[in-house]
C-alpha cells in the first residue's frame, strides 16, 4: 500500500502540472456545477410559464400542484446525470496519460524492477485516476447543492438537495464508474503508444451519460432511486471483471514482451 | 551469488535463451557478450524476475528465483538498455522516488543521493528536469539509481553506451572498484575492450552458450596462435625460408616483422629459430601474440 502512495504521490505532481488535462475538467465543472444550475433556477419562471414545459411535466411527473417545483425537480434529475461525467472523463484522461507517459520515457522496465508488487503498481495508476475523479465529483456536488438550495431558497422557499439519489450518484455510482473507466483506459492503453487514441476512449464511454440525459429530456424515463440503484449492481458485479483483465495486463511479463511500446 | 542451471525462454517459437548454465562467484565481474538478439536482455530480465523462464533453475543468494521475486528484486541494481528515467521531474526527484521503494533508513538514502550525484558530476545540476539532461548525463543518472541502494548485484547493460570517453573511463573505474565493495556484476556489453579488462569471467552467448571461461584460458584455448620475430634486418628475405614449414598460416612480412600463425608453436618454433640462426638471421625479439578478446570472440561467433 505505501508504494502504491508513492506512485500516486509522484503522479499526481504530474497531473497537476498537466493543463491539458485539468483545464477541461475546471471548465466541465464551473460550467455544470454553476453556471448551468444557476442559469436554470434563475429562468425557472419563464420555463415554468410555457405551455410546452408545463404539458411535459405533467406528462412526466403527473398531475402536479406546484409545476415551479416540478419543474426544479426534472432539472436536478439532469444535473445529477452530470455529475458523473467527471469520473467518466477524468479517468479516461490521466490514465492513458500516465501509461503513456511511462511508455515515452522507458520508466517501466526500471519501475518493475524495483520490489515493488504488480498490483501496488496498478493500485497507485488507479488512486491517480479515482482519486481526483472522486475528489471533484464531491466539490461538483457541493457546488450545485449550494447554487441549486441558495437559489431554490430565494425562488420558491425551499431547500431541493441533497436528495438520497444524488448521495447514491455521489458516492455510489461515480466511483463505480471511474473504476470501470480507468481499468479499461489502462487495458487499451497498454496497446497504444498514442496518448490522443487512448484518450479518445473517453469520447466513447461519456455517450451513454449523454444518452440517459437525452432519454430523461425526451420523457422517456426518469431516473429514481431503483433504477440507480440496479445501475450499481449491475455495474459492480462489471468491476471484478475488469480488474481481472487489467491485473492480467498489469503482469511484469506482460509489459515487457506484449506492450506496445515507443 | 547466482547459479544458473538448464535455463531456457522461449517466446512462441522462438527460442530467445537456450539450456543455458552458469554460475558467477560472490563480488566477481562477469562478462556477458553476444551479438544483437543473443538472448542477453532476456537473460538480464529473468535473472532480474521480470520475466519467467520457460525450463531450467535460478538460485540467487541462495534463494529460488521464482518463488523469492521480491526479496530478488531488493538486492539487485539493473541499468537498462534505455536509461528510462523521468524527464519531467528533477533528477533528486527521480532518485528518491525510485529509492523509496528499498528498504533503506531516510538518512542513509539521502546520503546515498548526494554520494552519487555527486560521483556522477550531477550533483550540481540535482534540481534541473532530466528532460533537460544530455544523453551521457541521464545513462550517468540511472547508473546512479541503480547504485542508490547498494545492492548485491548490479546488471549493466551497455553501461559505457553514449557516455563521452572521460564520462566512460569514470564509469569503468567505477565498475572496477564494485569488487572492493564485494557487489557482482553482471556486465553485458558490446565493447569486447570493456569486457576484457574488466570482467573476472567471460561468457559468449548466441542463444545458448558458446565459451564461458577466464580471458586468459580463452586465449589459451585459441587455435592458430599469432607468432612475431622481429629482425635486425629486412624480414622479407626471410619470408621465403618460411615456405619450408607446412604448419604456418597467414605469414606476413612488414620492415623488420614477420607474423604468421602457427597451432602448435611448442613443437614448431625451436626449429624454425635454429632454421633461421643457421641462415645468419639475427633474432632481436620472438614473441607470441596473445589473441584480443575480439578476435576470439569473433572466431567463436562465427564458427
Known amino acids: 500500500m505505501n508504494n502504491a502512495l508513492k506512485i500516486f504521490k509522484k503522479e499526481i505532481k504530474e497531473v497537476l502540472k498537466n493543463k491539458s488535462i485539468w483545464l477541461p475538467i475546471l471548465a466541465v465543472s464551473i460550467m455544470f456545477s454553476v453556471i448551468f444550475p444557476g442559469i436554470m433556477v434563475i429562468a425557472l419562471d419563464s420555463f415554468a410559464k410555457d405551455p410546452d414545459m408545463a404539458g411535459f411535466i405533467a406528462r412526466v411527473f403527473g398531475a402536479t400542484d406546484n409545476i415551479q417545483v416540478a419543474l426544479m425537480q426534472f432539472i436536478i434529475k439532469q444535473f445529477m446525470i452530470f455529475l458523473l461525467l467527471i469520473p467518466a472523463m477524468l479517468p479516461s484522461l490521466i490514465a492513458p496519460a500516465s501509461i503513456v507517459l511511462e511508455k515515452e520515457s522507458n520508466t517501466l522496465e526500471p519501475l518493475i524492477a524495483t520490489p515493488i508488487k504488480t498490483s501496488e503498481l496498478l493500485l497507485g495508476k488507479t488512486l491517480t485516476s479515482m482519486v481526483p475523479a472522486f475528489t471533484i465529483t464531491l466539490i461538483n456536488f457541493v457546488l450545485i447543492t449550494i447554487v441549486v438550495d441558495v437559489l431554490g431558497y430565494i425562488k420558491l422557499n425551499m431547500l431541493l438537495l441533497p436528495t438520497p439519489e444524488w448521495f447514491v450518484v455521489t458516492f455510489l455510482l461515480s466511483p463505480i464508474i471511474s473504476f470501470i473507466i480507468t481499468m479499461i483506459s489502462i487495458i487499451i492503453s497498454s496497446k497504444s503508444t498514442d496518448i490522443r487514441s487512448a484518450q479518445g476512449l473517453g469520447a466513447a464511454v461519456i455517450f451513454p451519460i449523454y444518452a440517459i440525459i437525452g432519454a430523461q429530456i425526451g420523457g422517456l424515463f426518469l431516473l429514481n432511486i431503483k433504477y440507480l440503484l440496479l445501475g450499481c449492481l449491475v455495474l459492480g458485479l462489471v468491476c471484478p471483471l475488469v480488474l481481472k483483465l487489467a491485473i492480467r495486463v498489469f503482469d511484469r511479463e506482460n509489459i515487457l514482451t506484449k506492450w506496445k511500446m515507443k | ?303
Open chain 2, 1 to 303: 551469488m547466482i547459479q544458473v542451471e538448464n535455463l531456457s525462454k522461449k517466446f512462441g517459437n522462438i527460442t530467445a535463451v537456450d539450456n543455458i548454465s552458469f554460475e558467477i562467484k560472490d563480488g566477481s565481474i562477469f562478462g556477458f557478450l553476444g551479438p544483437n538478439g543473443a538472448g542477453k536482455t532476456t537473460t538480464i530480465r529473468i535473472l532480474s524476475t521480470l520475466i519467467k523462464p520457460t525450463s531450467g533453475t535460478v538460485i540467487i543468494d541462495g534463494k529460488e528465483l521464482s518463488k523469492n521475486g521480491e526479496y530478488i528484486r531488493s538486492i539487485l541494481g539493473i541499468l537498462t538498455e534505455t536509461p528510462g528515467m523521468y524527464e519531467k521531474i528533477s533528477a533528486i526527484e527521480n532518485l528518491n522516488f525510485f529509492s523509496g521503494f528499498y528498504r533503506m533508513e531516510e538518512k542513509k538514502r539521502k546520503q546515498n543521493i548526494e554520494k552519487f550525484l555527486k560521483m556522477f558530476d550531477l550533483w550540481e545540476r540535482r534540481n534541473a528536469l532530466v528532460g533537460t539532461y544530455s544523453k551521457g548525463m541521464k545513462q550517468k543518472l540511472a547508473i546512479a539509481r541503480a547504485l542508490i541502494h547498494e545492492p548485491k548485484i548490479l546488471y549493466l547493460d551497455e553501461p559505457t553506451a553514449a557516455l563521452d570517453p572521460e564520462s566512460a573511463f569514470m564509469v569503468r573505474s567505477f565498475i572496477e572498484n564494485q569488487k572492493n565493495e564485494k557487489t557482482t556484476v553482471f556486465l553485458c556489453t558490446h565493447n569486447l575492450e570493456e569486457a576484457s579488462n574488466l570482467s573476472d569471467v567471460v561468457c559468449i552467448i548466441k542463444n545458448r552458450i558458446i565459451k564461458i571461461s577466464t580471458l586468459e584460458e580463452l586465449q589459451r584455448s585459441k587455435k592458430g596462435k599469432k607468432i612475431e620475430i622481429v629482425f635486425n634486418q629486412p624480414a622479407l628475405k626471410y619470408a621465403d625460408f618460411f615456405q619450408n614449414f607446412t604448419e604456418v598460416t597467414n605469414l606476413e612480412a612488414k620492415e623488420n616483422k614477420i607474423y604468421f600463425s602457427l597451432d602448435n608453436p611448442e613443437i614448431i618454433n625451436p626449429a624454425i629459430i635454429k632454421k633461421l640462426v643457421d641462415c645468419g638471421a639475427e633474432i632481436v625479439y620472438f614473441n607470441e601474440i596473445k589473441a584480443s578478446l575480439e578476435e576470439i570472440y569473433l572466431d567463436l561467433i562465427r564458427s
